[in-house]
């Protein structure tokens, strides 16, 4: 017996064959989220115990720089 019925999908509320009531894109998402989070959880962290709460890191697939915003006007 499969657990693939036919019904809304929790998250996307789509009606396609979900497992456990999640559809197989969203189920793939939120792997992608899951992993994502456990890669830049460290980096977040010595980015606050080090810098203040205006620095950033900006990740490219060939850098990653640290910014920090002395000033800024918007409109």
Known sequence: MSDTTTMECKICHIETDCIQGICEDCRIKKERIDEFG?????????????????????????????????????I
Not at 49 to 55: A, G, K, L, S
């Open 38 to 74: 456990k890669i830049v959880l460290p980096v977040i962290e010595w980015l606050k115990e080090n810098y203040n709460p205006h620095t950033s890191i900006e990740i490219t697939s060939n850098t990653a720089e640290l910014k920090s915003g002395e000033m800024c006007y918007r």
